[in-house]
């Protein structure tokens, strides 16, 4: 029986048997090990509580880093648990362009939240990010143990910690936004295509596009394709189930908010597609934009991301083709979203999960670039050197960004911290009112606003596009389509507390063009400011 026992252990030098099925990272990377000792992967635990600690660091302490986030996502749910708030023109009841089932999924932590803080909107404000957290610790944690399952401990460990201190996953994991909802639903696709789990990927690429982001479709194909191929009919019904479900309860939902039979989802699709859609007007970059970004939020983490396509030749018996199949939406979004005029840093959060993945397979394949393919175990010197660098630039790439962390929390945090404020100020008496100037791009939402002071409202400090407008329950609320909404961006004389007429700059138009009125010549040569007149408005 000690003999039969014996036989049944291999030894490291061993080769690999053929009906055994351990992850090629540890065929490649460790000795074999034996009966109970196989490595089964991480258990939730670990995933759970890192990422559970720096989630809720980020709920706390994250900076609103788009004003989209706050006039498109904050203020319609704010008009929905407090019945006040600012409306943009994509609510308007005539261009119907964003979804009440996004805000309203949020409503289900923000409406017992109202309830049981009463007026103290800012705990509300951050209870609704820490359940955003949430739903990022539970798609991340199930993304790292799918790693871990498949590929081993080192490649997840690689993965946990990109996933916990890059910049980019900080402070989009619990940012208002469906780009950051699709994010979710990329590392929890991801994580249940690897686990071999092809309908329920597919069904949660559905539910990330549609009550997520639309235009992250293209972000899920590979996912989507590899998963009907596998499993051709779970896969689909998977997915036209849950398409057909979530579509139309969007439609039931629009009805009832928009006051009329509407879908966002077409109204979007159809505005940006079909219709021309005009996000030009809105601000273009180049198409080295997202190049730069993305060096911004995950410094070499990014870089080495990228070189994932390179060493995939070397790695290709390790990470083809499941690995390559959930990267390959680095560069097939990449490349999408830079051809587009309009870019904007949320439009890549539904490949951050991604990016931290790719640049943790490259940094664990360091050995294999030197490693002689015919002998697995090789132990050279410059294997020895790969495997010590493996470490050192992990090191690197956290420090970098946790660098980057703390500079844009503590160097852009004050507009949110500052209307923390206006709750010890109330002695300004019930019915005050707070005007905001250049900085209404900055306002971080009505959740920050006390309840003494009824009203925020611009003033004209030179902006002259479309501001949002507070919703307005006399034209029907959420269902109305007032008339100063557009969808070209132009500004409406009724969106400021004010009166303003032109003046004319004496210290900055030439004196010949100044002193006497000359036709055309006079406007264009001269230089105008704006001579405005501010009215406090009463209290009521």
């Not at 909107?121 to 498949?150: C, E, H």
């Not at 989507?224 to 057909?244: D, Q």
């Not at 394949?365 to 490693?371: A, E, N």
Request: glycine fraction near 6%.
């Amino acid at each position: 029986m000690a003999l039969a026992t014996r036989q049944r252990r291999s030894s490291p030098a061993d080769p690999p048997s053929s009906s055994s099925s351990p992850s090629p990272y540890s065929k490649l990377d460790k000795p074999k090990k034996s009966g109970d000792d196989i490595d089964r992967g991480f258990g939730w635990l670990l995933p759970l509580i890192s990422l559970g600690m720096l989630r809720y660091m980020s709920a706390s302490s994250n900076i609103i880093h788009d004003c989209d986030e706050v006039f498109n996502y904050w203020e319609p749910l704010h008009y929905l648990l407090y019945k006040s708030g600012f409306q943009t023109w994509e609510y308007s009841s005539q261009f119907a362009l964003r979804s009440y089932l996004y805000i309203l999924f949020h409503n289900l932590v923000g409406w017992p939240a109202s309830l049981w803080f009463g007026e103290d909107k800012v705990r509300v404000f951050y209870a609704v990010r820490i359940f955003l957290g949430l739903l990022s610790v539970i798609a991340d944690a199930a993304l790292v143990v799918a790693l871990s399952r498949k590929y081993g401990k080192r490649l997840a460990s690689y993965t946990l910690a990109m996933l916990c201190l890059a910049s980019g996953c900080f402070f989009a994991s619990t940012s208002l936004l469906p780009s950051s909802f699709s994010m979710y639903a990329m590392s929890l696709s991801s994580a249940l295509f690897l686990s071999e789990k092809p309908a329920a990927a597919v069904a949660i690429a559905a539910t990330g596009v549609i009550l997520g982001w639309p235009f992250s479709v293209l972000a899920f194909l590979p996912v989507t394709i590899y998963s009907l191929v596998r499993r051709f009919k779970h896969a689909f019904l998977s997915g036209i189930v849950t398409s057909i479900v979530l579509v139309a309860l969007s439609v039931l939902v629009d009805n009832f908010y928009y006051g009329k039979w509407t879908s966002s989802l077409l109204n979007l699709l159809i505005y940006n597609v079909l219709g021309g859609g005009e996000s030009h007007l809105y601000g273009t970059e180049g198409p080295s934009f997202y190049l730069r970004n993305g060096f911004n939020n995950f410094n070499f983490c990014f870089i080495l991301a990228l070189l994932f396509i390179v060493i995939l030749p070397i790695a290709k018996k390790k990470y083809a083709p499941e690995l390559l199949v959930i990267i390959s939406p680095i560069y097939i979004w990449l490349a999408f979203m830079s051809l587009q005029p309009h870019k904007e840093e949320r439009f890549l959060y539904p490949i951050y999960p991604l990016i931290c993945v790719a640049a943790s397979a490259v940094i664990e394949s360091f050995p294999d670039l030197f490693r002689d393919k015919y002998n697995p175990n090789d132990t050279s010197v410059l294997v020895m050197m790969a495997k010590t660098l493996r470490p050192m630039v992990l090191g690197v790439i956290l420090c970098a960004s946790h660098s980057r962390t703390f500079s844009l929390i503590n160097g852009y945090s004050a507009p949110l911290e500052i209307y923390k404020h206006l709750e010890h100020h109330d002695d300004a008496g019930e019915g005050s009112v707070l005007c905001v100037g250049s900085e209404w791009h900055r306002f971080p939402s009505s959740f920050l606003v006390p309840e003494y002071i009824s009203e925020v409202r611009w003033i004209d400090d030179g902006f002259n596009g479309l501001l949002p407008f507070p919703f307005n329950s006399t034209l029907g609320g959420t269902s109305a389509a007032p008339s100063y909404f557009n969808n070209k961006n132009q500004a409406s004389d009724q969106q400021y507390v004010v009166a303003a007429l032109p003046y004319l700059d004496r210290e900055l138009s030439p004196p010949k063009y100044r002193s006497f009125f000359v036709p055309y010549l006079w406007q264009q040569k001269n230089v105008f400011g704006l001579y405005k007149l501010l009215k406090r408005i009463p209290k009521s």
